[in-house]
């Protein structure tokens, strides 16, 4: 698995999950629970992580280039 953002906001880490998933690309948040749960862990650990698959960070990375900021 590749992170390939990380974000302070959950809602920006599941914006970025449907843009991948509407591209084919399957796309995670391995700290969603624990961030719901605790939402202070999410700066302690420097963001919320969105991961994809290996082979599919470089294409992932040029879909959310073109997001534009929230």
Known sequence: MTTIANVNLLIEAHLIRAALEGSGIAAYIPDELTVQAASPYAFAIGGIRVQV???????AR?????IPPA
């Not at 698959?53 to 294409?59: I, R, V, Y």
């Not at 040029?62 to 073109?66: C, F, K, L, N, P």
């Open 53 to 59: 698959e290996d082979d599919d960070a470089t294409a």
């Open 62 to 66: 040029e879909i959310i280039a073109v």
